[in-house]
């Protein structure tokens, strides 16, 4: 059987990295085999990507040519590590994937969704994650969280309307398709936020997941 691909997603600081750490602890509990891995990158020519895309430059990144870096890492990704490990029946949790896209660059760039979904059709077809957890804060709380962590890369130096405009699109995808998008109040205290994954992963696992 197909393995289920599960994406999480949402603005910055939002405690993806935090969590991703507790929902492997849930799929080791549940016995299920499993690959934990990120966007952008997640090989070693993505994660190269990655660099690129991250790394404070001098040179402006015209919109089109992050977008397609994005897609570029995305299509190694699936061909080398997503669709593999679906196909032999492991879960793939997955820091962040095309919904993404839609939010930074569709978005936050003002790209619009046509390019993007254009691409989206060309590197991965029909295929979509199963579950889509959205954690969400109030913008200000969540570049407070990450604020505390690091260096702030490109992106993470975007003013606070961007991130509003990327986290507006998030909530819209989530409102669009309540099915496969879950929202997780992420403003909580952590043990909060983790007893909702869990109650959410539990539902997926006993409804959506037939296996
Ligand atoms: N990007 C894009 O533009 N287009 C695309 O298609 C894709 C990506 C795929 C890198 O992503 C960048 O790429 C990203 C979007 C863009 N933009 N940025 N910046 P990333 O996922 O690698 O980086 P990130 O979004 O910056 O994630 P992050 O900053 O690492 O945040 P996080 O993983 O969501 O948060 P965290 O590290 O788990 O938590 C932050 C802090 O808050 C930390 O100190 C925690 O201990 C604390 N925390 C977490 N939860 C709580 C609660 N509940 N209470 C209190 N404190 C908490």
Redo the contacts with the bound molecule.
């Keep these: 059987m197909r393995g289920r691909f599960i994406t999480i997603e949402?603005?910055?600081?939002?405690?993806?990295?935090?969590?991703?750490e507790y929902i492997k602890q849930w799929l080791d509990t549940n016995h299920i085999s499993f690959v934990s891995t990120?966007?952008?990158?997640g090989t070693p020519l993505a994660e190269e990507i990655?660099e690129l895309?991250?790394a404070n430059r001098e040179e402006k990144v015209c919109s089109k040519a992050?977008?397609l870096m994005?897609?570029a890492?995305?299509a190694q990704h699936i061909d080398q590590v997503i669709e593999p490990q679906l196909a032999a029946g492991n879960w793939v949790l997955c820091?962040?994937?095309?919904?993404?896209?839609?939010?930074?660059?569709g978005a936050?760039?003002e790209m619009g969704n046509e390019l993007i979904a254009s691409l989206e059709t060309m590197v991965h077809a029909s295929m979509r994650p199963d579950l889509t957890l959205v954690?969400d804060?109030p913008v200000e709380l969540?570049l407070e969280?990450?604020g505390?962590?690091?260096e702030?890369?490109?992106?993470?130096l975007?003013k606070t309307d961007f991130f509003n405009r990327?986290r507006n699109a998030y909530l819209s995808m989530a409102e669009q398709n309540p099915q496969r998008y879950k929202i997780i109040d992420?403003?909580?205290?952590?043990?909060?936020?983790q007893q909702q994954i869990a109650y959410t992963l539990n539902n997926f696992l006993t409804t959506d997941h037939n296996g």
Excluded at 152 to 156: C, G, I, S, W
Excluded at 186 to 193: D, H, I, P, Q
């Design positions: 949402g603005t910055e600081g939002v405690g993806k990295t935090t969590n991703i990120r966007e952008p990158g990655r895309l991250l992050e977008l994005m897609f890492g995305r820091d962040r994937f095309t919904d993404a896209t839609y939010a930074y660059q936050g760039r954690l804060v969540g969280r990450a505390k962590r690091s702030p890369d490109r992106f993470e975007e990327v992420a403003s909580k205290t952590l043990e909060f936020v």
